[in-house]
């Protein structure tokens, strides 16, 4: 008897073996599913864009040791830097469909490196899953290989709509980008506070470069209005909240887009930020007060496993979703075929770590993009962290 309980463990642990190790192969000897990605690992944009580089890798880690897709086969990610630059984008579109064989993309990072790669994956038939760009153009332009997961400025506005009476916002300035990305953020902001009861005083703009904004909010100091709403990349937004700061403008400050990363700006801005407030897609420093809590919990062990900072969670969130909504369309295409999968992205219903992903047409008729209708939430920084706002924390 006692010799029988000895070998059955032995037996169980060698049967284990056996099954990892046939899986392990199978992964090897099937040719893997190709899936390419384009984001800024070099230049400007680096930071996030290896955030988001990140979480897909996360997401094709966590498939792999399932089994992969498609019977077996094992998911490789072709990764190309765009460099930050709109050029290069476009240059990395055309070399991973043509060279790299791939069938879908992710990408590309900021709103023109994302305009610029459109172009090519129309011309050659490749879906693009976008995961950052949030232009209003992306998904109007009647290119029907775009599926975007982030949103355009006027499904933030909605989003943040039901808080404007929270926050107490009755009078705003805008301080954006001067981007198409910032002046339809501006209006769509603008004609939503409008509605709501709220005046708006002035808009100010930013070129991208600019590193001085103290002209601007001299401007928006003589409006006395209770509200500046900032729109811009978080570089830009560390500069122009440290020198309203500065100027004491004294008054709430909103950031709006998930480009200002408020973990970054925790750390960039130090005693400027504190009290304010940030409009983004993603809380996943608070996963239990997300639609699908253990998916998020999940996904911030993995990374804080790896060793990866939290200021980059937000960004990893956006890598993590889009490739699993990649995957998402592959199981259901059946093929590594690019129009099967383009087909199959339109029938995609999951949860993602934020909140159901699935895609709505937007665009002229017959030539629609696919728009995934974003979960908004909004954080505060309190005390040099992120909390949630009271009004969300009581709830």
């Known amino acids: 008897m006692i010799q029988r309980w000895v070998v059955l463990p032995v037996l169980v642990a060698a ?49 792999n040791a399932r089994g992969g897709v498609l019977g077996g086969r094992r998911l490789e990610l072709v990764i190309e830097d765009n460099k930050s630059d709109p050029a290069e984008t476009a240059s990395a579109a055309e070399k991973l469909i043509v060279r790299s064989k791939v069938r879908v993309i992710m990408g590309a990072g900021g709103d023109a490196m994302t305009l610029a790669a459109m172009p090519k994956i129309e011309e050659r038939g490749v879906p693009m899953v976008v995961e950052t760009s949030s232009g209003a153009s992306i998904t109007t332009r009647g290119n029907p290989w775009i599926f975007r997961l982030s949103p355009p400025p006027e499904m933030e506005a909605l989003g ?68 500046l709403f900032l729109a811009s990349g978080v570089e830009q937004i560390a500069l122009a909240m440290k020198q309203a700061h500065e100027q004491r403008l004294g008054r ?79 199981k259901l295409a059946g093929k590594d075929d690019a129009r099967m999968i383009r087909d199959a992205l339109w029938r995609v219903y999951f949860g993602g770590i934020s909140g159901p992903i699935n895609f709505v047409k937007d665009g002229p008729s017959g ?26 924390a009581k709830k």
């Open 15 to 63: 049967v284990l073996l056996t099954a990892s190790a046939l899986v392990h192969a199978q992964l090897q000897v099937r040719p893997p599913v190709r899936v390419g990605v384009i984001q800024p690992l070099s230049g400007p944009a680096a930071t996030s864009g290896n955030y988001v580089r990140i979480g897909a890798e996360i997401a094709r880690d966590r498939l």
């Open 160 to 227: 943040f709509e039901p808080h404007v009476g929270k926050l107490g916002v009755t009078s705003a300035d805008f301080l954006v980008v001067n981007t198409d990305r910032g002046r339809s953020t501006a209006t769509a902001f603008g004609d939503m506070l409008k509605q709501n009861g709220a005046t708006v005083g002035v808009t100010e703009f930013m070129e991208p470069s600019a590193t001085d904004m103290s002209a601007q909010l001299a401007k928006i100091r003589a409006t006395g209005s209770d509200t």
């Open 367 to 392: 030539k629609e993009s696919g728009q995934n209708p974003p979960s908004i939430f909004v954080v505060q920084i309190r005390d040099a962290k992120l909390a949630l706002p009271d009004f969300v």
């Open 252 to 330: 709430k400050i909103v950031t709006i887009g998930d480009g200002a990363s408020p973990t970054q700006i925790v750390k960039r801005v130090g005693a400027a930020a504190e009290g304010t407030y940030h409009i983004v897609c993603s809380i996943p420093w608070f996963p239990e007060a997300l639609p699908n809590p253990r998916i998020a919990r999940e996904f911030v062990d993995e990374w804080t496993k790896r060793g990866h900072p939290g200021e980059g969670l937000m960004e990893g969130v956006r890598g993590h979703d889009g490739m699993t909504t990649i995957i998402a369309a592959i």
